[in-house]
C-alpha cells in the first residue's frame, strides 16, 4: 500500500507506539521504509538555564535507545528510527517531506476542552501534512 511511512510515537505512551509500529508493519509495501519518529519538545530558556547543559544530549540518547528497542529484528520490517528536537506537528510533517513520506501514522488521545482552543499535535499534522495521515486512538 505505501512504501514510505512515518510513525510519530510518543514514548510516554509506548503500548500507543508498539501498536501503531504493528500497525505500520501491516500497510507497508515489500521493501518499503518505515521511519519511526520522537520529537523531544525544546525547553524554555529560562528552565533550560538551570539544567545541566548536556541534558538535551541525554535526553536525546534515550529516546534513540527506546526507538531501537521497539524495533523487532524478526518482524523483516525495514525500520529507520529518528528523534527531532522542537515543535512536534512541525517536526513530524518536516520528516514527512524530508523523507517523501505517503502516509504519517499518529495516536491520538480522546480531545478534551483545551484541544478545542489550541489543537493538539495530531489535529495540527492532519491540518498541515501534504500526504495521508492516519490516526489511531
Known amino acids: 500500500m505505501y512504501s ?4 510519530a510515537v510518543d514514548l510516554e505512551h509506548l503500548d500507543q507506539a508498539r501498536a501503531l509500529l504493528q500497525r505500520a508493519g501491516q500497510l507497508i509495501d515489500a521493501g ?3 521511519r519511526l519518529l520522537h520529537v ?5 530558556g ?15 540518547a534515550e529516546a534513540a535507545v527506546e526507538l531501537r528497542a521497539m524495533i523487532d529484528p524478526a518482524a523483516g520490517l525495514r525500520v529507520e528510527h529518528e528523534v527531532r528536537r522542537g515543535a512536534a506537528s512541525g517536526q513530524i510533517i518536516q520528516a514527512a517531506e524530508d523523507s517523501l513520506a505517503e502516509l504519517i501514522m499518529i495516536a491520538s488521545h480522546k480531545p478534551g476542552l483545551q484541544d478545542y482552543f489550541i489543537g493538539s499535535t495530531a489535529a495540527r499534522v ?3 501534512a501534504q500526504c495521508s495521515v492516519l490516526v489511531e486512538r
Open 4 to 7: 514510505r511511512i512515518i510513525v
Open 32 to 34: 518499503g521504509e518505515i
Open 40 to 44: 523531544l519538545e525544546e525547553v524554555p
Open 46 to 60: 529560562f528552565i533550560a538555564a538551570e539544567l545541566p547543559a548536556d541534558l538535551a544530549e541525554r535526553r536525546r
Open 126 to 128: 492532519i491540518r498541515h
